[in-house]
């Protein structure tokens, strides 16, 4: 099972699941990713956590649980 529910996501073992990103300008409007881009995935065992317990780089990536 794959859900995301108030910053919080829940990955069962075994299973796998997508999120989709959206990129916006300031003005609202879409935003064209550049090769020269990179998106940053960051995973806290609490939002007020500052240590990162998975930490991702780069257009398209995966992770386990």
Same mark, same amino acid.
């Given at each position: 099972m794959f859900?995301? $529910?108030n910053n919080t996501i829940s990955v069962t073992?075994?299973?796998s699941g997508?999120? &989709?990103i959206s990129v916006k300008n300031p003005d609202g409007?879409?935003?064209e990713l550049r090769d020269d881009d990179? *998106? !940053?995935f960051s995973v806290r065992k609490? *939002?007020?956590s500052g240590e990162v !317990? *998975?930490?991702? $780089?780069? &257009? $398209?990536? $995966?992770f386990s649980p």
């Open positions: 859900t995301i $529910e073992k075994g299973d997508f999120i &989709a409007t879409d935003y990179t *998106l !940053v609490k *939002l007020s !317990v *998975l930490r991702k $780089e780069g &257009a $398209e990536f $995966e």
